[in-house]
């Protein structure tokens, strides 16, 4: 495996955050630390967790991927954190994955068949328009699409087009999960906007990596899931593949998949110590954590007003920074003294 153990890397380069002073409810000074903007996870399942846990351990913000609409949206109602961005219903194949999945809540899934023929369309939307204009309907602000050829049928190129084309339409972007032979492939020649999780299932070629990274592609890492499951091979694939893609100037998001199975609440260590296994600095660690994807800049996560904080200085080396920054916690920017 063409990667680096984290004691080979380097020190870490400084950090893009801001030395500050966190002022205490009563006044009184508190803890120094660093101020960074508004920490995001790019992929949780607000329905499967405690939505209230994630600011208290740092996060300002979550990106959903697959929920029933009424409750997510609601959920992304409420006041004040954490912010949510939401995808919708996991959009699928007819008996694809996740339909036969037991941790799929109620009115979570939408199957969609093949496009209808031009012929039968006449003016009428079809059944993947309908559905996608109901995402955007509920507030939306992506798509994700499941490809996993080891669990169900799955969605062919023309359909996948179709599903790309309505979101499009709407100006949402897509994310697909993909798993099993060929999907990866499948879901970068279509053109989605992000992979759900960094690819595990098997090693893409530099050309593959090369041309996903060139088009701008996202890779939610979501490395921790498979070190948890005790998945040891996937693990590696991923991060092989991730290593290569952020060498080829890709983009890397911090996400969790929080919800699949046991994960800390929070800023995850675990997932921060993969990260840097694939080759990550402390500079990109903590761009993955801040980056604003799916939106636009760390102002419409809220960070004129908020910062996640980090108490204490920061480590000497790069081994030290998963843990320190899984200390983090989200506050109001007024609550800070910045020296
Ligand atoms: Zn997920």
Redesign the pocket.
């Known amino acids: 495996m063409s990667v680096r153990t984290a004691e080979e890397l380097p020190s870490p380069e400084p950090l893009p955050g801001r030395p500050a002073r966190l002022r205490l409810a009563d006044g009184a000074p508190g803890p120094e630390g660093t101020a960074f903007p508004p920490f995001v996870d790019h992929?949780?399942?607000l329905q499967m967790v405690d939505p209230d846990a994630a600011p208290r351990a740092g996060i300002a913000g979550v990106v959903d991927?697959?929920a029933e609409l009424t409750a997510i949206s609601a959920l992304a109602g409420r006041e004040p954190l954490p912010r949510v961005v939401f995808a919708g219903q996991f959009l699928t194949a007819p008996g694809g994955y996740p339909s036969d999945r037991w941790w799929l809540r109620p009115g979570s899934l939408r199957e969609l068949p093949a496009p209808l023929p031009a012929h039968e369309r006449r003016a009428l939307p079809d059944p993947i328009e309908t559905a996608v204009a109901e995402q955007a309907a509920f507030g939306a602000r992506l798509v994700k699409v499941m490809l996993n050829a080891d669990a169900g049928p799955v969605f062919d190129r023309e359909t996948l087009d179709a599903v790309i084309a309505a979101a499009r339409a709407h100006g949402l972007l897509v994310a697909a999960?993909a798993e099993g032979e060929g999907m990866a492939r499948l879901a970068i020649e279509a053109g989605a906007d992000a992979l759900?999780?960094a690819p595990f299932t098997e090693r893409l070629d530099d050309e593959l990596l090369t041309r996903a990274a060139a088009a701008g592609q996202c890779w939610i890492a979501?490395f921790d899931i498979h070190a948890r499951a005790g998945e040891a091979s996937a693990l590696e694939t991923a991060i092989d593949n991730t290593a290569r893609f952020r060498a080829a100037g890709g983009r890397v998001l911090y996400g969790t998949?929080l919800?699949?199975g046991e994960l800390p609440d929070g800023v995850n260590a675990g997932e921060l110590a993969a990260m840097l296994a694939a080759g990550l600095g402390a500079a990109e660690l903590v761009a993955a954590l801040a980056d604003p994807w799916p939106l636009a800049d760390a102002a419409d996560w809220g960070g004129d007003a908020l910062a996640t904080f980090v108490p204490g200085p920061p480590p000497g080396d790069a081994d030290g920074l998963p843990g320190w920054l899984a200390g983090a916690r989200v506050v109001p920017i007024e609550n800070l003294e910045f020296g």
């Open positions: 992929h949780v399942h991927l697959g999960h759900v999780h979501t998949d919800g699949n």
